[in-house]
C-alpha cells in the first residue's frame, strides 16, 4: 500500500530548477532515501513533501488523500531537521510531549505514550532533565521522539545525522534503522552520504540536478546502475571509470582501453547481440575497487601489469593505486604486507563485475 | 628528521582538564593525523600549536628552535581551521594573497606566489571568482592555498573536510595527500573519524580525553591497540565487546570462555604471565573478524539469532543477538535468511583482542 | 488553474490598494510642488500649467510677500539645508563609527558588557520630550545653545545606541576564527580590525548609517527647542511653513521634494549593500 506518491513535481526559484518531474512512491513501513549531491534537489523535494514549499507542478498523494494544497500540519507528517528541533528552556519529557498537548491528547495518554518512547529511545532517565543541557546524540534522540510520537504517516528527516562525529552516526544508523523496523514506520530519508542510505533503506531514489536517475534497492542500485553517475556516486572507494573503446579481434570482442595497451578479452559471452550493436564504438568500463584482483605472480585470467604508485591505508584494508598512462585504477584489498609502493604487479578484472556505459551514460551489460 | 618536538604540554580551562602531559614527535614532511572524539582536546592542541592558546605547561621545539611563548604570526605556521579564513567580500586572489599583503612583499611578487599556488592546487579559475559562488571542495582549497602561500614551517589542519559531501571527502583527502607529498609540507591533521585518520596519516596519534593514547603507523594502531579505549574508538563499525574467562590448558593453548555462549581455544604466542591465568578478561572483537555464516557448525562456531541485515555494497554490516547480546559483524557473503532467524557466528580465535577488566591494557599472548 | 490565479489577483489588489494608500499623497506632494498659486487648492492630480516657480520661491522668499500678501517672512531655505547636510551627515558618521568600534568590544571583548548594552537602550524608551528641558538648560550653560556642535553631539548620542545593536549583530556573524587566522599571519589586531572586520561588514555600516541618517534627517523636536538662527535644520525650517506664514502649499511641496531627495538618492545608491546586509547570515 502507498502511503506516499509524488507525481510530477517540479519546483523552480525563479530561473532555476531546482525539482524537475520528480515522482516516486513510498510504501507502507518502507524505508525511502533520496539520496544525491548538494543542490540536486532532494531537500527541496522534501520540503514540499513537508509543506513548507509549494510545488508549482505536480501532486503530493498521502495515504489517498491529495495534500499538495494543504499546510504543514494538515499533511499528517513529521519533520526532522540537521539542526534538530529541540526546545532547550523545557525538560526532555515536555519536548515530548509538546505535540501531543497541541493535539490536546488527555494527560494520562500522554505520559503514557512519552514512557513509551523514552524507553524505546534510551531516554528514560533523561526524563526531567532540562534538554539544553544535554549532549548531541541525546537531543537527537529527542528529536526523533517528538516526530515520532506524533504517529505520522510520514517521518521526514532531513539530512538528521550530518552534524554527528562518525562513530556516532554509525551507531545512529543502526538504531535508526532498528528502531524503524519494530515501529513500522515509513520514513523519507534525504541524505547526501550514499553508505548512509544504503545501510538504512529498502529503497533508494538516486537524483542529479533536479532528476531521479534511479530508484531501486541498495543491491539493486550498487550491482545494476543504469548510468554512469549512479555508479560513480555509489559505492565507496569510488567506482574506477575507464574509457575504452569496442573493438574485435577474431571473431570475440575484447575492450581496448583508451590509451594504453590494455586488453579485455569478453570471451564468448551471452550478451553478443548487445554488444554488436556497439561495435567499433566508445564505452565506459566501470569495475568497483574492491573487485579488482591484484597478485604478484602472473596468473591465468590476469589482463595487465602495473606498478602500484600510491597506497592509502584503511584500516583492515588497503587502496592501492595502480598506474595506467596519464592516471591509475583503484583496487581495494584486504591488509597485506607483501604490497609496496613501487611493487610491479598483475591486474585482473573479473568479467562479470564489468560494468560498461556507452559514452553518452547508459548501461549495458554486467 | 624531527621537525617539531612537543613535551609535557598541559592546559586546563577553569575547573576542566583539556589537555594532560601531551608529549609527540613530528618528523619533516610527514602527515602526522591526531584523531578522537569531539571533546577530546584536539583543537585546543592545534590552536595551542599555532600560538593561539597558551598552554599551562610544557613547551614546543621547532627545529630545535623553542617557539612556546612566540606569538603566533612569527612561528611561520598555516592554519585551516573549522570556519576557514575566505572572506566573501573579496575575491580568491584577494583572499589568497592576504597574508602576504601583510607582509608587506612587493605587488609583482606576491601575484607571483599567488599565481604559483593556485597552479598548484588546481584553482587558478577561482581566483577572479567571489567565494559566495565556489562549492565547498573550492572553498576547502581555496583556505588551504592561503595557509600555503607563505611556505609555512608546518601545516596545521582542523577537520578539514568536516563540511563536505561524504563522495567530496573521499576525493579531497586523495588530492590532500598527493598535494602534500609533492609540496613536502608538514602537516599536523585532526580528525573526529578514525578512518579518516589512518587513511591520511603517515604515522596516527589517538588522542582520547585530553592525553596520547597511542602513537604509530595506521596499521600498528590499528592491529595492535594497546588498550581497550583505542581498540574501541578505531572500530566502525563499533567493536563488540563482551566478557571471558580464561583458563590454561597447557604451555601453548589456553582456553578462552566467552560469556558461556561459547569455548574457543587459542594458541599462545607466548605464556601467559601468572596473573591471567584462571582470570576474568574483557574480549574485543572487530566486526570483520566474525564470521557469518548459514550452513552448520564447526569449530569456534555458536548459533545466534539474525537480527538486521544492512548493506554496504560490496559487504553487508550484520547484526545478530545471542544470549540477550547484539554482536555486529562484515560479511562479503550474500545472505539470503530473513531477519529472526538463526545463522551461525564463527570466531578466529587469533583474532580477537583481550584487554585486562581493570586497567583497559591490551594483553598480548 | 483559476484558483491560483484568483489568489494572485487578490494578491495584486491588495497591495495596489496599499500602495496607493501609502503613495497617493506622496504623488499628490509631488505634483503640488509644480502647480502654480491658483492651482495650490484644486482637486485635480495634474497641474494644468506646470511650473518651477515653487522651487524658486523656497530659496527667495521675498518674492511671497509681494504675491500673497504674507505677513511673516520666511528665510531661504539655504541655510537650513546646508545645515541639515552637515549636522546629519556628521552625526551619522560619527554614530557609526564609535557605535562600530563598540560593537566590535561588545562582540568579541565582551565590554561593554549586556547589561551596559541594555542599558543604551533602556534611554531609547524613554520619550524624548522628557528629556528636552534638561538638555535646554545645560546647552544654555554650555553656551552650545543654536549651535552646529550641540546638535552634533545631541543627534550622535542618541543614534549611536542603534548603530551599536544593528553593528554587533553584524560583527557577531563573522566567525573569529577568520580575525585570528589573519593574527597568526601577522596583522596587529587594529589591522585585523579594519583589513578583516571592516570590510565584511561593509552592508552593515551602509544599514546603520542609511538608518541612522533617516532618524536624524526628520528629527524635529530637539532641533526646534536648541536652535535659533545659525544651526537651524530643515525640518525646523519646514515647520515654519505650516501655519504661520499664511498656506503656502506650493512652497510647502517644494520643501517636502527637495527634503526627501537626499535619502531617496543615498538610498539608491547603496541598494546593493543593503541587499547583502538583508542576506548577511549567509557565511558558509
Redesign the interface.
Known sequence: MNKLIVENLTKRFGDLVAVKNVSFNVKEGEFFSLLGPSGCGKTTTLRCIAGLETPDEGRIIIKDRDVTRLPPQERGVSLVFQEFAVFPHMTVYENLAFGLKVRKTPKEEIKKKVLEIAEILNLKESLSKIAGRLGLSEKQRIALGRSIIVEPEILLLDEPLTLVDAKVKEAMRRELRRLQRDLKITILYVTHDQLEAMMMSDRIAVMDAGRILQIGTPTEIYEDPKKVFVARFIGSPTINLLESKLITEKDEYALLIKDTEVKIHLGNTSERNVLSKHSGRELIVGIRPEDIDISKELEPGYHFSSTIEFIEMMGERMEVYLKLNEGYIRALTPLRTDLKEGNRVYVRIPLSKILLFEAGTEERIL | MVYLEVKNISKKFGEVTVLRNISFEVNQGEIFAIAGPPGAGKTTLLKIL???INPDEGVIYLEGRNITGIS????N?G?V??????????TGFENIA??LR??KLPKDKIEKRVYEIAELLGIKHLLNRI??TYS?GE?QRVALA?ALV?NPRILLLDEPLR?LDAKIQESMRSWLKRIQRELKTTVIYSTHDPLDAMAIGDRVSILIDGSIKQLGSPTEVYSSPVSLEVAEYTSIPALNILKGKIREVDQNLVEIDINGILRIRKKLIKPITREFREKEVIIGIRPREIDISEVGPSENTVVCKLVLVQTIGSENLITVEIDRYLLRALSKKKLTLTEGSNIFLTLNPDRIYLFDPETGAALYF | MSQKFISKLTRYLVIIVFLSWVLIPVLWMVTLAFKSYPEWRVAYFFPKEPTFMNFILIFEPKQIVGMMGATALVDPVTLPFINSLLVVGTSTVLSVMIGFFTAYGASRYNSPGPFSLFFTLLTRMLPPATFVTPIMVYYSNLKLLDSHLGLVMLYSAVTVTYGIWILKGFIDQV?I??E????????SHL?VVF??TL??V?SGLVVSGLFIFLLNWAELLFALVLTNVQAVTLPVHISKYVGAVGQLYGPQAALGILSSLIPVIIGYLIQKHLVTAFTFG???
Do not use: H
Not at chain 2, 603566533?72 to 612561528?75: C, L, Q
Not at chain 2, 581551521?81 to 573579496?90: G, I, K, L, Q
Not at chain 3, 587566522?181 to 601577522?186: K, N, P, Y
Open positions: 599555532a600560538g593561539l603566533p604570526s612569527e612561528r605556521i592554519m581551521f573549522e570556519m576557514p579564513p575566505v572572506y566573501p567580500d573579496r592576504f597574508p601583510l607582509q567565494p559566495t565547498g572553498y592561503r607563505r563540511n | 566567525p576564527e577568520w585570528q587566522a589573519a593574527l597568526l599571519e601577522g596583522a589591522r583589513r578583516v570590510p565584511i561593509k549567509m557565511v558558509r
